[in-house]
């Protein structure tokens, strides 16, 4: 970082290194444009990356791989344009639909499972997969509801492939034994609402706003 102490220090001894010399007030005007000017780059280069980008330049981001805001926040829309890049990239195979939407949460691939429900035991279904565990923390963290998900999980797959009940898995539970259990992650919350556990859902198409995904 620029500071007024770097530049004295490259003048030649036949100048007066101190501050509050009339040198020091001079260069220490120049120092607070060139701060200025530094903090300006700085924030370019860093807006370069989705998740340092805001605003304008955000949609600036997006119009390069072909995808729109909508009503989306920054947060959201930080989401469709990794989904869209990866979605590009997506050969549609089972590993990559995973792939792509652990970089879409910024979740762990382990974290997620798809099965294929062409031979599901009770309800087989050719062409069709089911996201059968995804931790719904991930999606509450995006800031998208499971219908709005649920989206990009369909333009994720392959043309033709069908996207059947996605479970969005939580961490409550009861305690397993008779004797009294508290448990900070999975029981209920307590008044100040800071432990406990939390419900999963299954995704079911909803009125919520709509995405251009």
């Given at each position: 970082m620029i500071t007024l102490e770097t530049i004295m220090q490259r003048l030649t001894d036949v100048f007066v290194k101190d501050p509050i010399s009339n040198t020091?007030?001079?260069?220490?005007?120049?120092?607070?444009?060139?701060?200025?000017?530094?903090?300006?780059?700085?924030?370019?280069?860093?807006?370069?990356?989705?998740?340092?980008?805001?605003?304008?330049?955000?949609?600036?981001?997006?119009?390069?791989?072909?995808?729109?805001?909508?009503?989306?926040?920054?947060?959201?829309?930080?989401?469709?344009?990794?989904?869209?890049i990866a979605r590009n990239l997506s050969t549609g195979d089972i590993n990559t639909i995973i792939r792509v939407l652990s970089t879409a949460l910024a979740c762990p691939p382990s974290d997620i499972e798809i099965r294929e429900l062409w031979n599901d035991p009770i309800n087989p279904e050719p062409a069709a997969i089911s996201v059968i565990r995804l931790p719904i923390r991930f999606v509450n963290a995006a800031g998208m509801s499971p219908s709005q998900f649920g989206r990009i999980v369909q333009r994720t797959v392959a043309a033709g492939v069908h996207v059947g009940a996605i479970e969005l898995t939580g961490t409550?539970?009861?305690?397993?034994?008779?004797?009294?259990?508290?448990?900070?992650?999975?029981?209920?919350?307590?008044?100040?609402?800071?432990?406990?556990?939390?419900?999963?859902?299954?995704?079911?198409?909803?009125?919520?706003?709509?995405l251009p995904i």
């Open positions: 020091g007030k001079l260069l220490g005007i120049l120092t607070e444009q060139l701060q200025a000017l530094e903090e300006t780059q700085n924030r370019v280069r860093s807006w370069r990356d989705i998740d340092q980008a805001q605003g304008a330049t955000l949609d600036r981001i997006g119009t390069n791989v072909a995808q729109a805001r909508g009503v989306a926040t920054d947060e959201v829309y930080r989401i469709l344009i990794k989904s869209k409550f539970q009861f305690a397993g034994g008779t004797e009294t259990e508290i448990s900070p992650t999975a029981g209920f919350s307590n008044d100040s609402g800071l432990i406990g556990g939390y419900f999963g859902a299954v995704y079911s198409p909803g009125d919520d706003a709509d």
